[in-house]
């Protein structure tokens, strides 16, 4: 998920009851709920290196128990430099177990988008991904801001009128933000076995389907994108299922295997194309020949370009529409010169240097 939604998330968990029992606890809690994603710093070595290790150790089981480790010395750190006591004494081993309470929650959610997480890296660096929230899922987001910005409204209403300060406020309403968390999850992840039966009952596919994937849209869970895969090519479709209506279109949604060239059989051999098949869960890798990009370099002469593309996220997630004339996110770009020697590697507009 984005980084707002594992702020809020981390708030919410401390606000609900946490934060009864020590000092620092929504604090250590809302920093802890975003640490994993401190990993965003590799991207100095590059886009390859960023893309390499994003959702990696920081974002694994092994890992949760440290990094709570070290938002508990940040925090200790705070509690040091500050002049004003808490309210109630801290208690650092309390502190500890909720922050990685707090991390482990980074890790939920990651796992509910189709990104995925790989939980038990670097022992088994498979990657698990539930295929049922957007990253950007604006009820839940509502839901966890409505709950921190409520009890502070009526804090303003009660000031006004001379009412008694509460101690601990909003445990209801961080509460019920995580209830609601639950229930967006338990009605998508239904809805998700629902789009794919109803696609495989549709019968598409000419050819029948090796395997079937739906990936989600924001704020509805009854619109899905369901990819299915044959022998010989990739069919997509807009799934409705509370119409159980299936929308596809014979040519502008099936997508041909590309063959393998001599160019994408180097390029899958370099370092991004290691690490992009490595996660990549429906690749689409062409041999573009000539066809660079406007937005890259030229290619040497000789050279071909290679693009690598994952089908799960070549939809428009505001509309029940592709766009093949434009690159998906995510893409990589791999330049093979005439010995197929790697002349250049891409993500995004960024080049990987060596």
């Given at each position: 998920?984005?980084?707002?939604t594992?702020?809020?998330?981390g708030a919410c968990l401390?606000?609900s009851?946490?934060?009864?029992?020590?000092a620092y606890a929504t604090?250590?809690?809302t920093?802890a709920?975003?640490a994993p994603?401190?990993?965003?710093?590799?991207?100095f070595r590059g886009?390859v290196?960023a893309?390499?290790h994003?959702?990696g150790?920081?974002?694994?089981?092994?890992?949760?128990p440290?990094?709570a480790?070290?938002?508990?010395a940040?925090?200790?750190?705070?509690?040091?430099l500050?002049s004003?006591?808490p309210?109630?004494?801290?208690?650092?081993?309390?502190?500890?177990?909720?922050a990685?309470i707090?991390?482990?929650?980074?890790?939920?959610?990651?796992?509910t988008n189709?990104?995925?997480i790989?939980?038990f890296?670097?022992?088994?660096a498979?990657?698990?991904?539930?295929n049922?929230?957007?990253?950007?899922?604006?009820?839940?987001?509502l839901a966890?801001?409505?709950?921190?910005?409520?009890p502070w409204?009526?804090?303003?209403?009660d000031?006004?009128?001379?009412?008694r300060?509460?101690?601990?406020?909003?445990?209801?309403w961080?509460?019920?933000?995580l209830i609601?968390?639950v229930l967006v999850?338990?009605v998508r992840n239904?809805?998700h076995?629902?789009?794919?039966?109803v696609f495989?009952?549709a019968d598409?596919?000419?050819?029948?389907?090796?395997?079937?994937?739906?990936?989600p849209y924001?704020i509805?869970?009854?619109?899905w994108?369901?990819?299915?895969?044959?022998?010989?090519?990739y069919?997509t479709?807009t799934?409705?299922t509370?119409?159980?209506?299936?929308q596809t279109?014979?040519?502008?949604?099936?997508?041909?295997k590309?063959?393998?060239t001599?160019?994408t059989?180097a390029?899958?051999r370099?370092?991004?194309g290691?690490?992009?098949?490595d996660?990549s869960?429906w690749?689409l890798?062409v041999?573009?020949g000539?066809?660079?990009?406007?937005?890259?370099p030229s290619?040497?002469?000789g050279?071909?370009?290679?693009?690598?593309?994952d089908?799960r996220f070549a939809?428009?997630?505001v509309?029940?529409?592709?766009?093949p004339e434009?690159?998906p996110?995510?893409?990589?770009?791999?330049?093979?010169g005439?010995?197929r020697?790697?002349?250049?590697?891409?993500?995004?507009?960024?080049e990987?240097?060596?």
């Amino acid at each position: 998920m984005e980084p707002v939604t594992h702020f809020l998330t981390g708030a919410c968990l401390g606000r609900s009851g946490f934060n009864r029992k020590t000092a620092y606890a929504t604090l250590a809690m809302t920093l802890a709920a975003e640490a994993p994603d401190l990993d965003v710093f590799w991207g100095f070595r590059g886009p390859v290196a960023a893309f390499e290790h994003h959702r990696g150790i920081t974002h694994s089981f092994l890992a949760a128990p440290v990094i709570a480790l070290v938002t508990t010395a940040f925090v200790w750190l705070v509690h040091k430099l500050s002049s004003k006591p808490p309210v109630i004494p801290p208690r650092w081993g309390l502190i500890w177990l909720f922050a990685m309470i707090a991390d482990l929650s980074h890790l939920l959610l990651d796992y509910t988008n189709n990104y995925g997480i790989r939980p038990f890296y670097p022992f088994d660096a498979h990657w698990y991904a539930w295929n049922i929230v957007f990253i950007i899922e604006p009820v839940i987001l509502l839901a966890l801001l409505g709950a921190l910005i409520m009890p502070w409204l009526l804090g303003l209403a009660d000031s006004e009128i001379g009412a008694r300060r509460k101690l601990f406020r909003g445990r209801g309403w961080a509460i019920s933000a995580l209830i609601c968390m639950v229930l967006v999850w338990a009605v998508r992840n239904a809805e998700h076995a629902h789009a794919i039966a109803v696609f495989r009952s549709a019968d598409v596919t000419r050819e029948a389907a090796i395997r079937v994937e739906a990936e989600p849209y924001p704020i509805n869970p009854f619109l899905w994108r369901v990819m299915a895969e044959t022998s010989d090519y990739y069919q997509t479709a807009t799934v409705r299922t509370l119409s159980d209506q299936v929308q596809t279109d014979g040519l502008e949604d099936i997508v041909d295997k590309p063959p393998v060239t001599l160019a994408t059989f180097a390029a899958k051999r370099s370092w991004l194309g290691r690490v992009y098949l490595d996660w990549s869960k429906w690749p689409l890798v062409v041999d573009r020949g000539t066809q660079a990009p406007n937005d890259l370099p030229s290619l040497p002469p000789g050279a071909s370009a290679v693009s690598f593309e994952d089908l799960r996220f070549a939809y428009s997630p505001v509309s029940a529409s592709s766009h093949p004339e434009q690159q998906p996110p995510l893409s990589g770009w791999v330049y093979v010169g005439a010995q197929r020697e790697i002349e250049g590697m891409f993500m995004g507009k960024k080049e990987q240097k060596p």
